[in-house]
């Protein structure tokens, strides 16, 4: 065989391999609904504690079997710790940091968001079996990052 021969081989093969990728991309993004969250709104990291929805973290239900929970990621805890849904629903996650980039990982989830100062974190997710869910942040944020965790209890 020549050496073209073997380089319109190698172009082949690497085409092939090209068109693969790009059909496992648009299969996550539209198959699957993967997709890079974008920004759902800024405000100002300083004042979290005062600015609506963040004044008020925690659980509230929004329709029948719909709840929002409202999330904030600071030195070295989430606000709450804990949250509770009913086992089906649907819990849209509004979240941010206080005060440096935290990580927003729910085991067993696809929930994984980054807490970032300043920017409002949303993602949304059905829990359809009841149990425990780990709440941790996958982010390092200082000394006490391997003690910042939360739970999720499906009932």
Known sequence: ?????YEEVFLWISGVVLLVFLAA???AA????IHVMGRAG?????LVSQTPPFDNPGVRETAPGKYE????GKAWSFTPKTIEVPAGAEVTFR????DVDHGFYIDGTRVNLMLIPGQVSVMTYR??????HLI????????????????VIVK
């Open 95 to 98: 979240a941010t940091s206080a």
């Open 42 to 46: 800024e405000i100002d990291p300083r």
């Open 1 to 5: 065989m020549k050496i073209e021969a």
């Open 136 to 151: 941790i942040c996958h982010e390092y944020c200082g000394l006490g990052h391997q003690f910042m965790y939360g739970r």
């Open 127 to 132: 829990f359809r079996e009841p149990g425990t």
């Open 25 to 27: 991309l648009v299969y």
């Open 30 to 33: 539209v198959g699957m609904h």
């Open 69 to 72: 929970a409202v999330m904030i």
